[in-house]
């Protein structure tokens, strides 16, 4: 079967469903294809935060600052360098708040900024400790009638299923801690009653985001047909001029007129490219990122002469492994009273880094030579008194499951605790010992743990001096495995400042475009804030249909 339109985009997620939305908007004949039965992928799945300095929705709020164009500039210049050219990050900045103001316009998305959700490096220069990420309002899934059943199913931290947004996460994984932890979530259980008496069908975070953006693919015309998955792309002179892909067990083919956009996502749960790119070890099942998330777009792309790189890099976080799947470990390791150790039973990091960083650090400690993955998150029953974790509410005891598929240990002493997970007891006991007086003056000599704007988000305000750190010296005591998972891969094609794909030699390769986990990220080896994922792919998929709508035809 072939058939004919003007763009053909490849994946319904972010990048994806904002190109495939603005190539409609340009008046052009588009048609998504998805590999898998659902739209949303890995956007669908996260917290929903979009890190673009500037946007509107900073700005209702009165979060612009007066230079805050060139702070974001000094930004990025600081923290990526020379990994990505200075163009495209510039492009990124400058081009970014047209895209909220596009998809503001042309979606049902209301955007509110994440009040302290503080830049991921927020003491580098142009970094903003108050952040600048925003989110996307709660949002009543029924306006997409029965398609909302093809809604991917979610990643979330919500607990029972109740609509929590990044902002009530921070309050509620506190706990009884303060007040705030309580009313939020007598607010949220409130607002859930509320909903389900009117017969609402609620969402937050990612989900929130990308139902806005079926929405608007939907009110625009625009076809998305699932189950789809790319086989190959079609050159002609040199050009690509559309897709193979297979449907119901049969090839198809879709000419494209215009030009073909991949937003596929990257190859996070592809273990044989996992194996040759990414340092080791490492594992598919470590990573949050969408099951179908496997690098076709990559690969296709390499296999009509596209340039790669950041193939060795991805958006990491440290994780624990449980039964159930993955589980991306955010606050868990910026409350006081835990520790993260290697198999030598010593601190090697600030456990409170952004998440890219953290794992930076764990296979920076694997290349020495001693093992560090997998790591192991110490605490003690204080700890678990007071906090959240993984999703189990305060005094919660950790289910038998995790114990029996060996994610947790627990000792009486910690001198036991060292024998359960193998590490030398005497090196345990010194680095509590050493961390505790940490605790005391409030000063992390080693790790500097809590310095950052960044380390105090999740941290505990009624810990003095130090909100982050606290003794550990109230028994029982556990520990967590630690591994280095994934939200999904940052390599992929390498593309300009208008995600046009490029060849090694830097040319164009005609008619083919990339946005989002399967073009190289331009965040480089680093990570900016909440949401610098979706931010720039949303407005690298937005700029690709822009290019394709004012360059010529294939015709």
């Given at each position: 079967?072939e058939q004919t339109c003007d763009v053909v985009v490849v994946g319904a997620g972010g990048a994806g469903m904002t190109a ?153 994984s506190l706990g009884l801690r303060t007040i705030r932890g309580p009313l939020t979530m007598m607010r949220v259980v409130l ?220 000792a009486a002493s910690l001198s036991e605790l060292a024998a359960e997970i193998d590490v030398p007891a005497e090196a345990l ?127």
């Amino acid at each position: 079967m072939e058939q004919t339109c003007d763009v053909v985009v490849v994946g319904a997620g972010g990048a994806g469903m904002t190109a495939a939305l603005a190539a409609a908007q340009h008046g052009l004949d588009t048609v998504v294809i998805e590999k898998s039965a659902y739209f949303g992928g890995s956007t669908a799945r996260s917290g929903g935060g979009v890190w673009i300095p500037g946007n509107r929705a900073l700005r209702d709020a009165g979060q612009v600052d007066a230079d805050d164009a060139q702070q974001a500039r000094t930004y990025l210049d600081s923290i990526v360098g020379d990994d990505v050219p200075k163009e495209r990050r510039d492009t990124f900045l400058d081009r970014g708040p047209e895209v909220i103001d596009f998809l503001l316009d042309n979606t049902p998305v209301q955007l509110k900024w994440v009040p302290e959700y503080s830049d991921y490096l927020p003491e580098q220069p142009g970094g903003r400790p108050r952040g600048r990420s925003v989110e996307p309002v709660p949002m009543d899934g029924r306006i997409l009638g029965t398609e909302l059943d093809r809604l991917h199913p979610p990643y979330a931290k919500a607990p029972a299923n109740l609509i929590v947004t990044q902002a009530d996460f921070r309050k509620i994984s506190l706990g009884l801690r303060t007040i705030r932890g309580p009313l939020t979530m007598m607010r949220v259980v409130l607002k859930r009653m509320i909903s389900t008496f009117r017969g609402r069908r609620m969402y937050a975070m990612g989900n929130a985001l990308t139902i806005s953006l079926r929405k608007g693919l939907m009110d625009a015309g625009v076809p998305v047909h699932y189950e789809t998955p790319l086989t190959g792309l079609l050159i002609e002179g040199g050009r690509v001029v559309g897709v193979r892909a297979e449907q119901d067990g049969a090839e198809i083919v879709i000419r494209a007129r215009r030009g073909v956009i991949l937003g596929s996502g990257g190859f996070e749960q592809n273990d044989t490219l996992r194996g040759k790119y990414l340092p080791s070890p490492t594992e598919a099942a470590w990573s949050t990122g969408a099951a179908t998330n496997t690098g076709a777009g990559i690969e296709a792309g390499v296999a009509i002469g596209a340039a790669t790189d950041l193939m060795d890099d991805a958006w990491w976080g440290p994780t624990i492994p449980l039964p159930s799947g993955p589980w991306f470990c955010l606050a868990e390791r910026n409350l006081p009273g835990s520790i993260i150790v290697n198999s030598a039973g010593q601190r090697f990091m600030n456990e409170a880094l952004p998440y890219v960083e953290a794992t930076h650090a764990i296979y920076a400690g694997e290349a020495t030579g001693v093992s560090h993955v997998p790591a192991w998150l110490v605490m003690d029953q204080r700890y678990r008194n007071r906090y959240l974790f993984a999703g189990l509410s305060p005094r919660q005891p950790f289910p038998g499951r995790w114990f029996k598929f060996g994610t947790v240990r627990k000792a009486a002493s910690l001198s036991e605790l060292a024998a359960e997970i193998d590490v030398p007891a005497e090196a345990l006991a010194e680095t509590v010992r050493r961390f505790n007086g940490f605790a005391e003056t409030g000063n992390d000599e080693d790790f500097h743990r809590g310095d950052s704007a960044y380390d105090r988000y999740y941290a505990d305000p009624r810990v003095k001096p130090n909100p982050s750190l606290h003794r550990i010296d109230h028994g029982p005591y556990y520990a967590v495995k630690i591994v280095p998972g994934d939200l999904g891969t940052k390599g992929g094609i390498v593309t300009d400042e208008r995600a046009r794909a490029l060849r090694p030699d830097g040319s164009v390769i005609e008619g083919l475009y990339a946005a989002g986990n399967c073009s190289s990220a331009v965040m480089g080896h680093t990570y900016a804030g909440p949401g610098a994922t979706i931010g720039p792919a949303m407005t690298f998929g937005y700029l690709a249909a822009e290019d394709i709508a004012r360059t010529g035809s294939n015709d």
